[in-house]
T-cell receptor, first 114, second 115 residues
Framework: DVKVTQSSRYLVKRTGEKVFLECVQD?????MFWYRQDPGLGLRLIYF???????EKGDIPEGYSVSREKKERFSLILESASTNQTSMYLC?????????????FGPGTRLTVT | QQQVKQSPQSLIVQKGGISIINCAYE??????FPWYQQFPGKGPALLIA?????SEKKEGRFTISFNKSAKQFSLHIMDSQPGDSATYFC??????????????FGSGTQLTVLP
């Protein structure tokens, strides 16, 4: 089974702090994604990566950056956390092969910025 | 701009009933339409998906109906069970950079199936 793990289930940070959210997948997937999930808004794509050191902006990249130094690991960075970044953050991965479009999600990190 | 609109926001159904969730999209570049199911404390998981060259796909009690001309698709859950109580997200996918498939999600429907 594909396993996507996220470093923390719950995280509380102060405004202005630098925050790192880590995601690791164990299935050698090329693609990795970071979403935030908010009630009534669904899942919104922040950034994705289709290869090591490659990254693309999603729909809401402002205030975030990402890092992918190894294929299995994709990090989301909040350079200076703000209260409007309080949310559930979900990491996902997927395989690049014909017909295989499924994204596998981690359990999420609930981040509270105070 | 919400590219995939989902309704209703919440749905309560009696056990054995039919649950219906609707989605509409705008971008004609979308070419793959999955539904994800999310239980509390878990990440979403793929439930069923359809491509626009077919009008219906059925897997067990779950059916997707797809209307390409109207740019609408829906999830039907037949014989709904309390274990189906979850949040359901429709999504639409298009090819993106490096062959990555980007998903655009609807806002979600919280389904409650009463025993």
């Amino acid at each position: 089974d594909v396993k996507v793990t996220q470093s923390s289930r719950y995280l509380v940070k102060r405004t202005g702090e630098k925050v790192f959210l880590e995601c690791v997948q164990d299935m050698d997937h090329e693609n990795m994604f970071w979403y935030r999930q908010d009630p009534g808004l669904g899942l919104r794509l922040i950034y994705f990566s289709y290869d090591v050191k490659m990254k693309e902006k999603g729909d809401i990249p402002e205030g975030y950056s990402v890092s992918r130094e190894k294929k299995e690991r994709f990090s989301l960075i909040l350079e200076s956390a703000s209260t409007n970044q309080t949310s559930m953050y979900l990491c996902a991965s997927s395989l690049v092969s014909s017909g295989k479009y499924e994204q596998y999600f981690g359990p999420g990190t609930r981040l509270t910025v105070t | 701009q919400q590219q995939v609109k989902q309704s209703p926001q919440s749905l309560i159904v009696q056990k054995g009933g039919i649950s219906i969730i609707n989605c509409a999209y705008e971008n004609t570049a979308f070419d793959y339409f999955p539904w994800y199911q999310q239980f509390p404390g878990k990440g979403p998981a793929l439930l069923i998906a359809i491509r626009p060259d077919v009008s219906e796909k059925k897997e067990g009690r779950f059916t997707i109906s797809f209307n390409k001309s109207a740019k609408q698709f829906s999830l039907h859950i037949m014989d709904s069970q309390p274990g189906d109580s979850a949040t359901y997200f429709c999504a639409a996918s298009q090819i993106s950079s490096g062959s990555a498939r980007q998903l655009t999600f609807g806002s979600g429907t919280q389904l409650t199936v009463l025993p």
